[in-house]
């Protein structure tokens, strides 16, 4: 079986096999990695997942892409330890589920990849003796989820960037109470100034010295993993063929290319809810066809989605026939008719946002966050415009609530219970770097740091 291969959105690198797309992160001309072509699952594989566990199902979804490079029966160990912890879809109302993500070590979804991710890496590196450096930027919960799944695995260090003051206190904690191979920077600033700097970095002749890579979701290492979970609440809650919504919150647009990546793969979905905060370029886009990102992003209380120019939207104008740089500007537009098909988006303020856990709670007893809360409004703004049918709906919830303490507590009137996984690291004495949003300063860091 020949290694399938991967191919920069920007169209100027070559195309690498998956290891080579991992270890990279960016490809050289800043594009990012896509699938040449995206492999098929037969309708008789996806029925056979409703008889099988999660691990199972991402396994069988995974060994698409690892082919020849990662043997089975070490990819099957691999899934077998990163998914050891329940994924649960709770009913909703009749046909519609909430499926929690929140259940991994970081009480957040992105645990899924960073999990997969970090094992693949450790495998890489071991096999060719390698030291690699992961930068990573953060809006709150991919730093502690990179931070957790790294922390001691050998050739890697983690420096993980993060705006000072946008995440929560257990969203600091969860990533600055880890020591080892781990670095935490709190950076005065933007999440898009964490998340440029990082790119400049990686592009920056006057580290070539330093092997850098990537753990953002701009690493097709993350968004892979995030297409199983989609595979698996289908298997769950619909028939074996019946396509299924799926409301995701949105900021890097990573989550929701995974549910993209499923479809690309045989999933049948019957449409993409998209919702983002009152960050809201790609609603606009979509609409209009004329993408404008937000500068400076606009902060809300979906902290992790404070995303002004979401780096993922050049995979999905690729997956529809388009180009968009890494700056944002189209090349070629994608089919807008085949995306507004597929894709419904919406914007929801902050005021819905509370709504929305308070009506959430009200109706149904079940508990969201802020994220979570945008799933469900979205869900709502769509179902406004076009009834349901008899099609099952899973609405994600991305975070656990106990990350957002006060905002819960606000208005359902108590604190959400902690998860005893988290509770450890909150009691943990913190250490971190502080630095301005200056690359200068964070270069000389990085030297420092390799010295
Ligand atoms: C990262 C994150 C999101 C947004 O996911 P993207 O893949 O960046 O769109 C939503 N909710 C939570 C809790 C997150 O941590």
Request: hydrophobic share 45%; charged share 20%.
């Amino acid at each position: 079986m020949s290694a399938l291969l991967f191919r920069s959105t920007n169209g100027q690198s070559p195309a690498v096999n998956l290891r080579e797309a991992l270890l990279r992160g960016q490809a050289p001309d800043r594009g990012l990695y896509l699938p040449e072509k995206f492999p098929p699952l037969a309708p008789a594989e996806i029925a056979a997942f409703a008889r099988l566990p999660y691990h199972e199902i991402a396994f069988r979804v995974l060994s698409k892409y690892t082919g020849s490079i990662i043997p089975s029966d070490a990819l099957a160990a691999m899934c077998h330890s990163a998914y050891n912890f329940p994924v649960p879809l709770e009913i909703v109302n009749v046909r519609v589920f909430l499926m929690r993500l929140d259940q991994g070590p970081t009480a957040s979804f992105k645990d899924f990849a960073a999990q997969m991710m970090a094992r693949m890496f450790g495998r890489f590196l071991q096999e060719d003796g390698r030291q690699v450096t992961i930068l990573t930027a953060t809006s709150g919960d991919t730093g502690a989820a990179v931070a957790h799944a790294f922390h001691k695995i050998p050739g890697v260090r983690v420096i993980v960037l993060f705006p000072a003051a946008e995440v929560s206190e257990s969203q600091r904690k969860l990533m600055t109470t880890l020591k080892d191979n781990v670095r935490t920077v709190a950076i005065d600033g933007k999440f898009d100034d964490c998340q440029a700097m990082v790119k400049q970095a990686f592009a920056d002749p006057a580290l070539k010295d330093i092997p850098l890579s990537s753990a953002n979701s701009i690493n097709i290492g993350r968004l892979l993993p995030q297409s199983v979970y989609y595979f698996y609440a289908a298997s769950r809650v619909a028939q074996a063929g019946e396509p299924v919504f799926f409301s995701i919150p949105s900021g890097n647009f990573g989550d929701m290319m995974g549910a993209v990546v499923a479809r690309e793969m045989g999933l049948p979905v019957k449409k993409i809810i998209a919702s983002v905060n009152d960050n809201d370029a790609f609603p606009r886009f979509l609409a209009s066809g004329t993408y404008r990102k937000i500068a400076p992003s606009r902060n809300s209380l979906s902290n992790a989605m404070n995303v002004g120019h979401p780096s993922n939207l050049a995979r999905l104008v690729a997956v529809y026939g388009g180009q968009m740089d890494e700056t944002g500007r189209l090349h070629r537009q994608p089919d807008l008719a085949a995306m507004r098909r597929d894709i419904f988006s919406t914007s929801i303020s902050d005021a819905r946002t509370v709504a929305g856990v308070r009506e959430f709670w009200n109706n149904f007893q079940l508990l969201l966050e802020p994220h979570g809360s945008v799933a469900w409004q979205g869900f709502q703004d769509w179902t406004a415009v076009e009834p349901l049918g008899t099609s099952p709906a899973v609405l994600v919830e991305t975070a656990n609530p106990a990350k957002f303490p006060e905002e819960v507590e606000k208005v359902v009137g108590w604190a959400p219970d902690v998860p005893t996984n988290m509770l450890a690291s909150l009691r943990l004495p913190e250490d971190y770097d502080r630095l301005d949003a200056d690359y200068g300063k964070f270069r000389e860091y990085l030297v420092q740091q390799h010295a």
